[in-house]
């Protein structure tokens, strides 16, 4: 049985307190929640993980350590569990998928009518399909919270098939825009 009290304590933390970071970080790190985390089961997964997910977009500074800890912990579990954040799906039918591009892997679309990306995600043959399911669980729950100058925004992924779709960056592809230096 899952001590309730475990994540009923991360609840009960006051995010308007100024030591919220502070509780939440010894909260995470832990041994009662080290000891919960692999005893929990679906309901109480996909609570924590909410949970995390809105607690990351409240952080202001995305370069502090609770905000690592939290984007850490948040990749974790959605890794283990292939689940995400609600804040991570797309519906279908806001999406529309265009032509391929020449990889045959990205598409040019829209999502609510605005211009996007979709990249779908490739399945070798010799690839472990599970591996490749954890991994997109947990790199679609990190890049979503990603903020940079240098990082296209992730709008969100869909499962089936498992896509990931992002802001439409115009201009040049990486290749064609990458400085050639001169032989010698």
């Given at each position: 049985m899952i001590p309730r009290n475990s994540l009923q304590q991360l609840h009960d933390l006051d995010r308007a307190s100024p030591q919220f970071h502070e509780q939440l970080s010894n909260f995470l790190r832990g041994n009662e929640y080290r000891n919960v985390f692999p005893k929990l089961q679906g309901e109480d997964f996909a609570w924590l993980i909410e949970y995390l997910d809105s607690v990351l977009v409240g952080i202001p500074d995305p370069t502090g350590s609770i905000f690592q800890e939290c984007l850490h912990e948040l990749g974790k579990i959605c890794r283990v569990r292939e689940i995400l954040p609600k804040s991570c799906t797309v519906s279908d039918s806001l999406l529309e998928i265009g032509l391929p591009s020449t990889s045959g892997y990205a598409y040019d679309g829209a999502l609510d009518g605005s211009k996007v990306r979709i990249q779908r995600v490739r399945s070798y043959p010799e690839g472990d399909p599970q591996e490749v399911k954890q991994t997109f669980h947990q790199v679609a729950a990190t890049w979503k919270r990603l903020t940079h100058r240098n990082i296209?925004?992730?709008?969100?992924?869909?499962?089936?098939?498992?896509?990931?779709?992002?802001?439409?960056?115009?201009?040049?592809?990486?290749?064609?825009?990458?400085?050639?230096?001169?032989?010698?």
């Open positions: 296209v925004p992730l709008l969100g992924v869909t499962i089936d098939p498992l896509q990931l779709i992002s802001d439409w960056m115009s201009g040049e592809d990486l290749m064609a825009s990458t400085i050639s230096t001169p032989a010698t």
